[in-house]
């Protein structure tokens, strides 16, 4: 058990559990850190549209159930990095308001014990560690900021920009999307990126994104005192005989059960999996799973609402690189719908492969070849409000999300909004124009968030501020399992942000501890929490 003894130990290296990982490295703690995929192999079909986006030849063989107990194969992806290795890199800011209670068409997006100003320093370490690229004063919704971006935005191919120009002449205000990528401008020769038409949604062949493992979990295990452990799937937290902290963590690493032990433990597998082994490590202490005197673990699950609306006109070609622009004029509703509708942004390079794995059954070929050759898709996202009865669990040994949609009358309100736009811009304005909108469904799982959200009321949140179990005195959550709401922009960044903010409180923990000798005991982690 010594050897098997770790100050921190991190299961998950996602956006959260990754950054965490960088963060806490330097710190000469024995850390260890579990991840239950491998290194995504390098290899040409990473590139492959038929393999990646037809055959989802990465994507997890996992089944779930929905709540009428129908099977799904959901779009999550377990490699170090999670689901970063196919994120497209929009690294948005959450807006002010978002922190505020906000009331909506269907209900009421509730308040974050925590607000901007708390997370913006951290915004401006995570932007700057994932390499973001963009241009401050746009976006007219963004919030404040007191540091440009490190890197400047991508600019706009000639159609985008023809785009871009029709849209501001019309009153709106496009922006360049801030994207985690690692591309020098102005020594081409030195960029890793190349910007290919295989990055959003496909991983890497050149390590050209600024993703959780390359620009986190690699350079984090460099250090001596970090140890990573790949293929090892953690089943079951166990505790101390007063149920107040774990004493161990039992995975499954080639087919046997493996324990180790850590002075403080981090759960960052994603708001699904981080949820379901709290409640798969139930005990005497804590019958209905562990940390759930709340009986919130695991509720308020949400993804975003999804629309993805197709743009088809024969002037248009395929272009590479097309997701460079978003638009969030309509982020807080329009003239004839005073409430929040959400944030609209471009798409990566279409392909026909992903056409023919959503498009309706039997579409030839060469129909979908020439759609993916003369369109653009464009994401339109609002938000997912926080429901108790939206939960993940396990109901006769099967993983089901319960899951009823809300919020739809502002999604439909957006997409409508933003065809209208689009058909009124003359480079869209020709008889051949046409705009398809479609729903995304229950698989779109890459937005999870909310299933343990922080608070400082025990009674109604799993987690106190700094994201540590209110129940189990060394147990923390860094992934998107804290947020109480899902705004309506893209969840990494803050997730990343998150990390960064989570991580400095356990280096002073960890300091504070160790400068008495009580590191991680009971008695010293209340004294500690009351004390910081």
Partial sequence: MTANHYDFIIIGTGAGGGTLAYKLASSGKRILVLERGSFLPKEKANWDTKEVSKKERYRTAEIWYDKQGKAFNPLAHYYVGGNTKFYGGALFRFRERDFETVIHQDGISPEWPLKYQDFAPYYDQAEKLYDVHGERGLDPTEPQANKEYPFPALIHEPYVQKIHDSLKNQGLHPFYQPLAIKLNKVNRHLSTC??????????????????????????????????????????????????????????QIQGESQIFSGDIVVLACGAVNSALLLLQSANEHHPNGLANSSGLV????????????????????????????????????????????????????????????????????????????????WLVMTEDL??????????????????????????????????????????FKSLGSLHIPQKMGLREVAHQCGTCRFGENPSTSVLDINCRTHDVDNLYVVDGSFFPSSSALNPSLTIIANALRVGNHLLTRMTWGASRGLASTENSTSTMAKAL
Wanted: charge should be positive.
């Fill in 386 to 427: 926080p429901s108790l009865n939206n939960r993940i669990l396990m109901k006769n040994g099967k993983i089901t999300l319960e899951y009823t949609q809300n919020n739809q009358i502002a999604l439909n309100k957006l997409v409508k909004q933003w065809i209208e736009v689009l058909q009124s811009i003359p480079v």
């Fill in 298 to 377: 695991g509720r308020n699950y949400m993804a975003h609402n999804f629309a993805v609306v197709m743009t088809l006109n024969s002037r248009l070609k395929n272009m590479v690189f097309p997701k460079t622009l978003a638009v969030t004029d309509f982020y807080w509703g329009n003239q004839d719908f005073p409430y929040p509708m959400g944030s609209v942004q471009l798409l990566g390079s279409a392909n026909k492969d992903k056409i023919l794995a959503y498009g309706p059954p039997l579409m030839p070929n060469f129909i979908a070849e020439s759609l993916a050759n003369h369109s653009l898709s």
């Fill in 194 to 251: 190349i910007r290919c038409n295989t990055c959003d949604g496909f991983p890497c062949l050149l390590d050209g994104k600024a993703d959780a493992d390359i620009n986190c979990v690699r350079p984090a295990v460099t250090h001596t005192n970090i140890t990573l452990i790949t293929q090892a799937k953690v089943i079951r937290l166990h505790t101390s005989s007063s149920g107040r902290e774990v004493t161990s963590v039992e995975a």
